[in-house]
Nanobody, 122 residues
Framework: QVQLVESGGGLVQAGGSLRLSCAAS????????MAWFRQAPGQEREFVAL???????SYANSVKGRFTISRDNAENTDYLQMNNLKPEDTAVYYC????????????????WGQGTQVTISS
């Protein structure tokens, strides 16, 4: 069982940066793959970034070059560094974890954080 707790959301101006954190419980967290998703009002939950347990990463085209997913295994924490933020990045951001190969499909993840609001003003 893995429990995920997110933090780091907030309100920033366009062009600014935020770093989201996803703290995980569980001694075997280093073996899990992790992903970040976001959901804007009235929209479906969409894939943002993912990271294999071995370190390989993948990003949605809309955030490529601006967002970076990383992990600190010693702290059992994953991070999403978001730079050059745009108003269209406004959403609730969720981290999710699973064993095995990660994917961009929300339904494939059994473990979810509670979500953190990110709001970008123009």
């Amino acid at each position: 069982q893995v429990q995920l707790v997110e933090s780091g959301g907030g309100l920033v101006q366009a062009g600014g940066s935020l770093r989201l954190s996803c703290a995980a419980s569980g001694r075997t967290f280093s073996t899990y793959s992790m992903a970040w998703f976001r959901q804007a009002p009235g929209q479906e939950r969409e894939f943002v970034a993912l990271r294999w347990s071995g370190g390989t990463t993948s990003y949605a085209n809309s955030v490529k070059g601006r967002f970076t997913i990383s992990r600190d295994n010693a702290e059992n924490t994953d991070y999403l560094q978001m730079n050059n933020l745009k108003p269209e990045d406004t959403a609730v951001y969720y981290c999710a974890a699973k064993t095995g190969t990660p994917s961009g499909i929300p339904a494939s993840y059994p473990y979810w954080g509670q979500g953190t609001q990110v709001t970008i003003s123009s």
